[in-house]
């Protein structure tokens, strides 16, 4: 008999269930060895398409393409067992009508294996959530800063800051629940609006830049470990400094390639032990 213990992974369904329980943990993830490290530790694990910055160092995620995103996600879905893997649908790719934004999200879903896939937009959208919610497609709505929008918003700032921005936002999460989505993302949303919000929806936040007051919170990977310092929003915290042990470790393998003391005879095939 096997002894082989399967695992559940964690479903949208049980995403939705943890509204005002447990906070839910987050981290985004973009390649196999990341997914399998943090798949123990996250409820979701998304394949942000802010990997087009951190892996592909673009400026913007705007460039972001389909394949990029099908390729990333099914790397991190073949490499974890247990989070609710989510694929963000990258710009240009869901906007133009339901009938598109369901033909690509099926396809990241057929091809990723992923659980359910994040689409930035509000009222402006719910109508697309509602038709892809009807078929069969889970989805995260992406409310407050969103980045796909960075031009038409003027940069990367602070969304709510006024009593109109407040309720336009507290508007678009109240759309996108009654559209279907199964969770909302609040980026970079003033505290009190992401706190508001929070409360008054039935499906859970998860925020980045916006309240501990959401029921979880995301980060990305990369900042977390301070890989990524191209632009460093308020919002991150770092757990750890990873570039100088990288660089260290760089700089010894080269020292050692230079003296020819690396490889030695135990990493040689038929080399003579001295
Ligand atoms: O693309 C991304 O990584 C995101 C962040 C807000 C987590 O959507």
Redo the contacts with the bound molecule.
């Keep these: 008999m096997s002894t082989e213990v399967r695992i559940k992974r964690i479903t949208t369904r049980d995403i939705r269930a943890r509204k005002g329980a447990e906070p839910l943990v ?1 981290l ?1 993830a973009y390649t196999a060895p990341i997914a399998r490290l943090l798949d123990p530790i996250c409820d979701i694990l ?1 394949v ?4 087009g910055m ?1 892996v592909y160092g673009m400026e913007t ?1 705007l460039g972001v393409t389909l394949d990029m995103m099908i390729n990333h996600g099914a790397a991190v879905v073949r490499s974890s067992s247990k989070a609710c893997v989510v694929v ?1 649908m990258p710009f240009g790719s869901y906007q133009e009508s339901r009938e598109q934004a369901f033909r690509n999200c099926a396809r990241v879903m057929a091809e990723t294996g992923c659980a359910a896939v ?1 689409l ?1 937009g509000g009222r402006e959208l719910a109508e697309t959530i509602r038709f892809l919610a009807d078929r069969g497609i889970p989805v995260m709505a ?1 409310i407050g800063l969103k ?1 796909q929008a960075v031009h038409a918003i003027g940069g990367f700032r602070a969304q709510g800051r006024n009593d109109a921005e407040a309720e336009a936002i507290r508007a678009d999460a109240r759309a996108v629940t009654e559209a279907g989505a199964f969770a909302v ?1 609040v ?1 970079g949303t003033m505290e009190p609006v992401a706190r508001a919000l929070s409360a008054e929806i039935g499906v859970p936040t998860i925020g ?1 830049g916006a309240s501990p007051a959401c029921d979880g919170q ?3 990977i990369d900042d977390v470990l301070g890989l990524f310092d191209d632009f460093t929003p308020k919002f991150v915290k770092r757990y750890a400094d990873l570039r100088p042990l990288i660089t260290e470790a760089a700089e010894r393998y080269a020292a050692e390639v230079k003296a020819r003391t690396f490889p030695g005879p135990e990493h040689c095939f038929g080399m003579p032990k001295k």
């Design positions: 987050v985004t998304l942000g398409d802010s990997l951190v995620t963000d994040k930035e992406h980045p993302l980026e980045i995301v980060l990305v």
